[in-house]
């Protein structure tokens, strides 16, 4: 059986954090190679609960001052050149969400046909006028949302209409993700989880959020002994992510009994 994980009674947000090698691949570049980001992620987000999906990117490398991405018709979809003592300093790290818009204003379909499947080429240049180039592998596999519960008990779709189970010492957990969403994309597909997160926060009397990267093997957390005073109400999000980049979130909502 799968225990669930305990949280120690601290918050604190996890991060991701990517250790370079020593030798950067700009030194063992020739003036007139490539050089590859050391990340280029092209990637779609479903907030299943709210009905809206939206393009995201990760982009890190060497410093560079122009950069660009095409579609798999070799299409610019993004442009930036930087300008002035930006320009001198160069940027390295680039991560940007689109707009998304619910789906009453932008159908699954019609997001899907405005960024198809393939390849997305990103490319840069160096400071130092080398160019450099990745790909990414933009795919619709989208992962299907998650079942969550709290203590056992069934969270509500619309925490407007119900404020969802009071637990006294709350756990949470949700069935493990083995398909692609069932409605949108490439429905009911085979895919690999690389991690879940975890989000839970409370706005009222005092402002409180944590978070948590999950690996794909734990699908349970116990939050700490004494979280919450009595009548508190916590939001819930449970967030999916694909090998591709590509991820799912829900959310829901459960007090403090």
């Known amino acids: 059986m799968n225990r669930p994980m305990r949280l120690l009674p601290h918050f604190t947000t996890a991060a991701a954090v990517l250790l370079l090698g020593p030798t950067s691949p700009l030194a063992l570049a020739n003036d007139d190679d490539e050089i590859p980001f050391s990340v280029a992620n092209v990637f779609f ?17 060497e410093p560079w001052k122009k950069l660009k991405i095409e579609d798999t018709r070799e299409r610019k979809m993004l442009y930036i050149r930087l300008t002035g003592r930006l320009k001198k300093q160069g940027l390295t790290e680039l991560f940007f969400e689109s707009a998304e818009p619910t789906f009453d204003e932008l159908a699954p379909k019609e997001f899907f046909s405005r960024f198809p499947e393939g390849e997305y080429e990103v490319e840069g240049v160096t400071l130092e006028g080398v160019e450099m180039e990745s790909t990414s592998i933009v795919t619709h596999l989208m992962p299907a949302p998650p079942n969550v519960t709290v203590s056992g008990m069934h969270v509500p779709d619309d925490c407007d209409e119900d404020p969802g189970p009071a637990v006294a010492e709350p756990y949470i957990s949700w069935d493990p993700v083995l398909k692609s969403h069932p409605d ?10 690389v991690k879940y997160e975890l989000v839970v926060e409370r706005e009222e009397p005092d402002p409180l959020k944590f978070s948590i990267d999950l690996p794909p093997s734990v699908t349970s957390v116990q939050l700490p002994s004494g979280l919450a005073k009595s009548g508190e109400e916590f939001k819930v999000e449970v967030l999916v992510r694909e090998e591709s980049g590509n991820q799912t979130a829900t959310e829901s909502c459960f007090q403090i009994r």
């Open 45 to 61: 987000e479903l907030n299943n609960t709210d009905g809206d999906l939206g393009i995201h990117a990760l982009i890190d490398g």
């Open 184 to 193: 949108l994309g490439r429905k009911g597909e085979p895919i690999v989880v």
